[in-house]
């Protein structure tokens, strides 16, 4: 397959792999009672710990309102809660239910096992490859 075929393929697997997502994710998230948007927020509390909801909507992009209705929803399901650190009430922070997080958790465990097959396909090289190219594609703003 000449390159620029190859390139062409090459996106319209990625788009197809960014609609099976998404539509995968949305169905995760309906089944929990969540909006997209938790489930991103989820993410990031998972990845980067506890936040403030300021620090939150930040990395969401969401307004302050948004922000504090996706907060909402996710304390109202179960996931997370605000806290104070220690004696400092000043600043409230949005925790994440570890118990909740693990059964969400739970429901990715068949993808990942399908992932793991599929990457023991390739050889270490060719994963570094992927690494890099997975990486740069993380790199690209929208």
């Known amino acids: 397959m000449s ?21 995968h994710q949305s169905a995760v998230a309906s089944r929990f009672g969540l909006h997209p948007t938790d489930m991103l927020a989820i993410h990031y509390l998972d990845q980067e710990g506890e936040m403030t909801a300021g620090q939150l909507g930040k990395t969401l992009g969401l307004t302050s309102g948004a922000t504090t209705a996706a907060i909402d ?3 109202k399901s179960g996931f997370a809660d605000r806290r104070t650190q220690g004696q400092d ?20 465990e068949m993808i990942d096992e399908r992932l793991e097959h599929v990457l023991d396909r390739f050889s270490e090289k060719n994963l ?3 690494a890099i190219f997975l990486d740069a594609l993380s790199q690209v703003d929208t």
């Open 89 to 108: 009430r000043r600043h409230v922070y949005v925790h994440l239910d570890q118990g909740n997080l693990k059964k969400l958790k739970a429901t990715y």
């Open 128 to 130: 570094q490859v992927i």
């Open 73 to 75: 929803r996710l304390i």
């Open 3 to 23: 390159t620029p075929t190859l390139k062409k393929t090459i996106k319209i697997q990625l788009q197809a792999f960014s609609v099976g997502s998404y539509i």
